[in-house]
């Protein structure tokens, strides 16, 4: 594949976007029963926070909605929650899938992200490049293709990036590594617990 791929969008799933209201409502729902039922409290701070809170739904919604990557003939561009960046082919350094440090915490979080790097070495999540959206190894190897193609003749890696990308891709490897000794100690010392207090009981 190559630039003859492009445009490429990518955004929240319909089904995500359903997840995403069913908990952020469910928090705003917990959160605001028991102020509601305070009977300590004035009824307008109630109705203020009651409404703060609905603003903030309504905006993480939105923002979740608006987040998205794409790539076209230019470069790539991200719109985060509050702001947007683009990254020009010919400024692009390498584009990765690396494994979420945090995925074991949450059910629903992505196991794979995706990341351009830039002139800096500084990386930059690609919204939504991820294994719960997309196929990651086949999107990456799209992305990496017209990047190639795009990027100029006249294009050179830089060391200095290349160096800082390589030293920040040897801690994520460290910090996995220490995370699954962590999980797998954390798994060891509970399953001889329960031996002990059956084998004691």
């Not at 976007?17 to 469910?26: D, I, K, N, Q």
């Not at 028991?34 to 923002?63: C, H, R, S």
């Not at 683009?86 to 995925?103: C, G, K």
């Not at 996995?176 to 962590?182: L, M």
């Amino acid at each position: 594949m190559s630039a003859r791929a492009l445009p490429r969008d990518y955004r929240i799933r319909s089904g995500r976007t359903t997840v995403l209201v069913l908990a952020v409502g469910g928090g705003w729902l917990a959160a605001l029963l028991p102020l509601w039922n305070d009977e300590t409290i004035v009824g307008w701070v109630k109705l203020l926070v009651a409404g703060l809170l609905v603003v903030l739904f309504g905006w993480l919604l939105f923002a979740a909605r608006r987040c998205s990557t794409s790539a076209d003939l230019k470069g790539i561009t991200v719109r985060g929650m509050t702001r947007t960046r683009r990254l020009a082919w010919e400024d692009v350094q390498d584009i990765r899938a690396v494994p979420n440090p945090s995925a074991a915490m949450a059910r629903n979080a992505p196991k794979v992200l995706s990341y351009a790097y830039d002139t800096d070495g500084k990386r930059l999540l690609l919204a939504y490049v991820d294994d719960v959206h997309v196929t990651v190894e086949r999107e990456i190897d799209l992305l990496r293709a017209a990047w190639t193609e795009l990027r100029g003749e006249d294009w050179e890696a830089d060391a200095d990036a290349a160096r800082r990308i390589r030293r920040q891709h040897a801690r994520e490897a460290g910090t996995a590594r220490a995370t699954a000794w962590i999980t797998g100690a954390i798994v060891l010392f509970t399953v001889l617990f329960v031996v002990f207090l059956l084998v004691s009981g």
